[in-house]
């Protein structure tokens, strides 16, 4: 052959070239690619290590839908710090609750249980069982600093999520609105300064904090910049959020620790918006109000980027968090650990997770309304809901859930039923952990004409597979029309709501949160006779109501009725002995009646049930200042002092007993230091000035006359004004 056996000509020795940037390039391509693979969970074949943390700091974010953040593809940049801490830690990319409630999906939380195994399962009148261990109690046990910064009152330490704590920071402006409108809260910048305040003193030593933000929950009013960032004013809410979880996270970092703490966000439950009629959430168990936003976030402690597609449910964060601070002897609970997940990506692939099971419910239309309740399971691609017409759904080409493939799938449909039923099979009898109405407690209700009380005891109001009860989907409008009257009470348009509110109660005598609402709005426009009457129907309907008893003894105390008022709270404490409002309510009407002694026993309870809140101590001064028992008053404020150092009442007392003991000097003291935390204490300028009078200080008394005159220029307060008018008395007298 042509050119065989030819030798070539020898080519050139290239000139040598380093060869470390293709390398380095090399590198990077393949790692980024690992990194790519990674984040969508694909073939991995390491174990990613997990470092166990010093810290946790649990933030949830109140009615907050995962797909209205962007990391989790949202359009608008709602939330870019916690598109950061995606991008640092593991975001959970189909996370569900168990409920569309935010009593129920906390208690889940913390716990690990399913709301048929902790027996919370509504917001209101039901409480954590006192023998069912949190993630408080665990650290706690631990040597661990615990505490819990909540903004909404539906949260309340009544409710028993404070067992563990040692701080559980609840204490919201207007809790007596609270007891008619769960909603009452306060904004998130107040939460999150108290939260950082007390990081500030307690971050020395292993720490268990938990943030509640409840800004996305309805109304949604966010601050500015974010009100006119966005145009829609949940986006809003949820971005305010974000820049808290901001703050936190620096201060975190300020502090040295962040490397140390593992940070996890969640949601409690979603929003509808509309979606399937629902203007927000409580009926529905749609992907609207049950899918949320989890991730975790650790710097150097775990993947980074990490992106895990396998459903996963609230419940799993307690085994989660049990397993990654290495927590010995935690209780057996309905979820999984999810550091398989984060160890190894590719575990998200296998069946066992992929298909897994999760479970949700609203029992609020049968417990409140006489509608059927709402359970639902989900599995793999497929998800059931149980009601008197079932649904059934592929969510992931349908995630609306908007065509129910019920008759064109029985097969699927009947597998998936009986996967729901698995989940009461495993929880054995059911738990409603109501306040509870024993024997005694029942004769005691009966005694005051509660009848119902008797019949509630054999009553089977709580199951929960009536379908003979209306459908919640026939009945969404209807609700709707509820929630819009609510909205005209909390705005005091009591001539628009109260109608509306008659012609729901006539169509649906045994619609409870409808005579509830129409009850508030009697006793809002002051027809007490009314009330009264209202709230009783209800307590037909929910005879475990310790806060129709207490509203009663409000409305009766109006009437004049005292000796009623006594009665009702005293049934209220019969159902639910730790109802510190109705020992505040009864100490008051014992001592208007000259009772001093009972009064401050009632008192005295409550303080034992709460000893850490202010203004129950302040109470109990005052009935002590009225019966005249001064040095025991003395001492009672003086503790308050001890307690929060800040409280400007209890040095206003303080200084009004050294007076009345012949001691003005020390009394100015303690006025100077009430106004020093509040300059506008109005009752200690005022008492300052006639202090300052005894002692023959009459200009500096003209002074604090006059500043507390401007200061309360254009006051409506019927106290404000009784005070101003004296100091305009007293004012008038020196000029004379």
Known sequence: MKGVGKKRPARPVPR??????????LVIVVLGSAAVVLRRQRLWPFEMRLRAPGNLVLVTLDTTRADHLSCYGYSARTTPNLDRLAQTGVLFEHADSV?????????SMLTGLYPYNHGVR?????????DVPTLATLLKRQGYRTAAFISAFVLDSRYGLAQGFDVYEDRLEGKERALQDFDVERKGGQTMQLALQWLESNASKPFFLWVHLYDPHESYDPPQPFREEFTSLYDGEIAYADSLVAELDASLEDRGIRDRTLLVIAGDHGESLGEHEEETHSIFVYGATVRVPVMFSMPGGMPEGLRVEAPVSLVDLFSTIVEMMNIPGAPQTDGRSLVPLMRRPRAGAEPAWRDRPLYCESLFPKLYLRWAPLRAVEAGQWKYIESPRPELYRIDNDPGETLNLLASSPGVAAEMKTKLASFAAAGGTERFHRAALDDETIAKLAGLGYVAAAAYAGSPVESVGDTDLPDPKDKIAFFNRIREAQKQIRGRRFETAIPMLERVVASEPDNAVALLFLANGYLGMEDYGRAIATYRRYLELVPQSAYAHHWIAIAAVRLGDRERALAEEEAAIAIDRRFVDSYVMKGGVLASMGRYAEAVKALTEA?????????????????????GKLREAEETFL?????DPKYAPAYTSLGIIRVALGDPEHAIDYFNRALAISPVQNEARFNLAKALLSLRRVDEARRQLALL????KGARNQRVLAIRGAAEELLAQLSG
């Open 16 to 25: 040598s070239r380093p060869r470390w940037p293709w390398i380095a390039l």
């Open 99 to 107: 409920a569309p409630l935010t009593l129920p999906a906390h208690t």
């Open 122 to 130: 509504n917001n209101g009148d039901f409480y954590l069982p006192p």
């Open 607 to 627: 303080v034992e049930i709460d000893p850490d809140n202010a203004g129950l101590m302040n109470d109990l001064g005052a009935v002590y200042m009225e019966w």
């Open 639 to 643: 503790a308050i002092t001890r307690l």
């Open 709 to 712: 005159l401007e200061q309360t």
